[in-house]
């Protein structure tokens, strides 16, 4: 059975990240928008929230889905072979964190996410050696395929649906309030100082763990 972080947990990350908007375009009506972007291989969420599909393929495309408002806000640029994605500074932040308004993105090599702002995420074909997940701010991740090694800090709140993304060797830090999925089939480190859940698949030979109060970990037998 999965596990999901209160509502109210995603909400005091997104509170915290002052991130909470009007919902001033939530009816209008949805455009798309096409940006021509590429040589990047790690995506980064910065100030800002966003839905986001990304499916690793032999070609680099960025799409932005969402009413014209909210596409005229979003920023896009490429930086130290990262896909930054953010919003225009205001004086006063006002970000329309909806899932339905999204960033679809292809991309033939994916090696990681870090998010500074809010995301929910769906990350598919995943096929790397090495893939690193920051979550400083609040977010929902789910994603599959192959890798490695994975790393995963989370910092701020969210969840992350990995049990479908097999890997070797695993090593999950949360320091926030989280719940995390992972499989690792040789080797598995797993720490947990804030609040949260880690479920570990894969039946890995080497497995470190050590949590706080009000944490668990659990190892499932495949």
Known sequence: MRKTVSIAALVAGFSLLGMIGALDVALAKDITESRDLSSFEKIIIADTGVGLDVRVGKAFSVTLRGPEKWLSKITTRVEDNALVIGHLKKKKKSVNIDSDNRVIITMP?????EVNGAVDADITGVDSENLTFE????????????????????NGAGNFEGEDLKCEDVKVE???AGNVEVY??????????????IDLYGDPKDVSKEKSWFSNITIHDD
Do not use: R, W, Y
């Open 135 to 154: 979550i400083n701010g609040a977010g929902n991740i789910e994603i599959d395929g192959t890798c490695v090694t994975l790393n995963i800090d989370l």
């Open 184 to 197: 690792g089939s040789n080797s598995a480190d797993l720490e947990i100082n804030g609040m949260g859940n």
């Open 109 to 113: 090599k994916f090696t990681g996410l």
């Open 174 to 176: 949360i320091n926030g």
